[in-house]
């Protein structure tokens, strides 16, 4: 039985060597080298001296080496840090300092942009290059060779399934990026579950277009290693690229998050494409129901799956694709062993209907942020309503997301609680602003956000990027656009001020960066009164 993350490959090379595990432009690596590689890189990492449950840091593009570091530094005891290619030097010397990482994996041009904050990472002792040695002034400089050729004799540590395995870091822009810790059972069993409800087999092949340092983006490879499947590789430029590689690798799995599906819905899918891939999943947010129209139009024979996760509890809910006509804007029910509960602020379960804040308890919660207790006291409670006999507490994780629960048990994102729009004495959910205004093709993109506003508490602004009917006047666009609104939405949800911008910008994960467009956008109202 596959109880730690490093098997979930290493248990395919055995029982299948020959299989494609990777693919990358044009390369492929199979079971029994990917396992070998992961093997020889563990007990090399356990040559340099790496210690029980130390940090290896992996800021790498997508690439085999990628793969192998992350499940080799799991194998020999350690806890991989994937860190997001696209941060730069400051971000990324956060991170290590934060985890206290002892050794950094990364390539001669990564390692040179990071030579001002080497001096500030006193637990930084090796760093191990992926391809030619840097000039880069840096403490203790192997090539990744190196590792895969010296440690056949080295011991690994021993592992449980409750050690650490990784630690994934939240992208933020208001605040310093939080470490969420997860051990080897969230990270097999969150595999098992998806695996189970996407029904992946041996013969499917995922795309992996999200960031590994996203745990909608690792989990590509945890729920194909799970069965024996293969993953192609891909650092995409354009969304285009991404339709490409379906095509060219006849890809069956495909995972993203909203904004990317609106730039994919908007392009035209070569016919074939309908033929193999088999299901889409969305996770990372809603996504728009005109968005999931134009895809469903487009691959007719895809299944979608709308998913609902949180990097502390990695999935938690996913509609049936067979439920979508009925319900397409819920997000479905708890995944496998997974339980959802809807609470109110007492913490006692809400009646059906009425909104409440998402808690999710099981196998699948993190242990909490990385040195970090305060915040992981805020986010990891225990759960509501726990028998009193029980001497030892369960936690589980209190989402901060507002949703309600239907007479059938199906789930409706409501919105961040954090981000509701308390506006006239309303409550306004962002998401459900958005979901009309996409309706529109004055827009492309959209996100809708609180500003302070002085008569009503909270005003509503509306950030857009043009869309296909849109003028080159801004007023006339902004002037359509309202009156679109006035027809759709209530008076007390019609935004009251419109912004537009070329391209709304994104976090490191690909989402729609709300908190910089709140710091944005939070004064246009005192501006405008002054």
Not at 248 to 272: F, K, M, S, Y
Request: charged share 20%; with cysteine; hydrophobic share 45%.
């Amino acid at each position: 039985m596959v109880s730690l993350l490093a098997d979930l490959p290493l248990a395919s090379a055995t029982s299948a060597p020959e299989r494609i595990a990777l693919r990358l432009r044009g390369d492929a690596l199979t079971y029994a080298t990917l396992g070998q590689s992961i093997d020889l890189a563990a007990h090399g990492l356990c040559a340099l001296g790496l210690a029980r449950q130390a940090r290896v840091a992996v800021y790498l593009n997508k690439r085999f080496e990628t793969v192998i570091a992350c499940f080799a530094a799991a194998r020999a005891g350690g806890i991989f840090v994937p860190v997001n290619p696209l941060l730069k030097a400051a971000q990324v010397a956060h991170i290590l300092q934060d985890c206290a990482a002892t050794v950094l994996i990364t390539t001669p041009d990564r390692l040179r942009d990071l030579h001002t904050v080497l001096p500030s990472l006193p637990a930084l002792e090796h760093v191990v290059v992926v391809g030619e040695r840097s000039a880069a002034a840096a403490p203790s400089q192997l090539a990744w060779h190196d590792i895969l050729a010296t440690g056949d004799d080295a011991a690994l540590h021993r592992v449980i399934d409750t050690d650490v395995a990784a630690i994934l870091y939240t992208s933020g822009s208001t605040g310093r990026p939080k470490g969420v810790v997860l051990s080897h059972r969230n990270m097999v069993t969150g595999a098992a579950s998806v695996a189970e409800y996407l029904g992946n087999t041996p013969d499917d092949r995922l795309l992996a277009v999200l960031p590994f340092s996203f745990d909608y983006g690792f989990s590509q490879l945890t729920t194909a290693f799970l069965v024996g499947a293969s993953v192609s590789l891909i650092d995409h430029l354009f969304a285009r690229d991404v339709v490409a590689a379906v095509a060219r690798d006849q890809i069956t799995g495909l995972a993203a998050v909203p904004p990317l599906w609106i730039q994919l819905a908007e392009l035209e899918w070569p016919r074939e494409v309908d033929s193999h891939l088999r299901y889409i999943t969305n996770s990372g947010g809603r996504m728009p129901l005109a968005t999931l129209e134009k895809l469903r139009r487009a691959l007719p024979r895809t299944r979608p799956f709308l998913m609902y996760g949180l990097t502390e509890a990695f999935r938690g809910t996913y509609l049936p694709p067979e439920e979508l006509d009925r319900r397409p804007d819920s997000i479905g029910k708890a995944i496998p062993n997974t339980e959802i509960l809807v609470v109110r602020p007492d913490g006692t379960l809400c009646a059906a209907d009425e909104p409440g804040e998402l808690v999710q308890r099981g196998s699948l919660v993190a242990l909490g942020y990385w040195n970090d207790p305060a915040k992981t006291a805020e986010r990891f409670r225990p759960l509501p309503s726990q028998r009193g006999e029980l001497p030892i507490t369960e936690l589980a994780v209190w989402s901060g997301d507002t949703v309600r629960k239907d007479a059938d048990g199906f789930l409706y994102y409501v919105g961040r609680r954090d981000e509701m729009i308390k506006t006239s004495g309303y409550r306004v959910s962002p998401t459900e602003v958005e979901e009309i205004v996409y309706g529109s093709p004055l827009v492309a993109d959209v996100v809708a956000l609180a500003a302070p506003h002085g008569a009503l508490g909270e005003g509503i602004v509306l950030v857009a990027a043009p869309g296909s009917e849109a003028e080159d006047n801004v007023a006339a666009n902004t002037t359509a656009l309202l009156a679109y609104c006035r027809q759709q939405l209530p008076g007390f949800m019609v935004p009251h001020h419109v912004a537009w911008l070329d391209e709304l910008p994104r976090n490191p994960n690909g989402k729609f960066d709300r908190p910089a467009l709140a710091a944005q956008f939070r004064d246009v109202f005192q501006s405008a009164r002054g």
